[in-house]
């Protein structure tokens, strides 16, 4: 089994490597530092933490992850025993992570994206979980570790957010269940509702709401896209984090079947988030090198923003709205 290969792996590792993906959210974040925590209490060891870019403002109460380190604070050259990736789809989602990734002796999968080809030396890769965090749980659950409140505080995180607070249609019945078990264990629901969806500044609310009122409706209001430059974010004083939930506004409309945000990054080119109703948006994303799940994806492109959205809106279109 792989829970039994994994529990020898990490009993035999002297030093282990947790990497979370570029462009972190709660999902990627709670697993990671619940994973370091679950490492901690049952195995008495330390790991290290990567993250690939900042570490949003509100997910600063995530239990450990003030510990989290940066690529330029590794060494390059270090062979990690053990490198275990979380919520990570694509190798090339944890960039310059992948060379500490390729040299390490062992490497572990642990994902819930169903466009993930399972490229570690152990996978646990499952198509239907709600967020990563759920499949850490579920090892846990699986190899009998010990689970205290920092740990489900991690992982409740990675529930809450995938599922945007539980209203997606990833929410199932074995979600609910392990958040019901967290919140057994000490989790207050309300206090990490406000962490996670409250933390909105003035400048966040008010760039949001510009950009969503500038949004364009093509095609009998069936699509919608909002672009946001640097200057946008320049404007209200903000940054990339406002951006978080307003590709959810736009497809809450009525007439919405596909919307998408197009985001000018800081470094050059295009980051796109896109959600549907009914068509396949991981389909169009895998197009451009990104992915994600059915009716919740994205990918970064190599162009300006009006470039990006005419090859969005191009592909976009060979669906049925």
Known sequence: MEVTQLNDIIKSSKNILIISHINPDGDTLGSMCGMYSLIKLNFKKKCDMLVVSKVPEKYKFIPNINLVKHIEDLDKSREYDLVINVDVAAIDRICDGKILFDKAKHTVNIDHHKTNIGYGELNFVEGDASSAAEVVYSIAKTSGWKINLDIATCLYVGLLTDTGSFRFNNTTARCLEYAAEMIKIGVL????????????????????????????????????????????????NTDEEFAEGLVERLRAITSTSVAFVAKEMKNGGCKISMRSKKVDVAEICGLFGGGGHKFAAGCTMKCNVEEAVKKILHEIRKHEL
């Open 189 to 236: 629901p309300n206090d990490m509702f406000k962490n996670c969806y409250e933390t909105y500044t003035k400048g966040m609310a008010l760039c949001q709401a510009y950009c969503v009122d500038k949004a364009v409706f093509l095609d009998d209001d069936k699509i919608v896209y909002t672009t946001v430059y640097k200057k946008d974010m320049e404007k209200y």
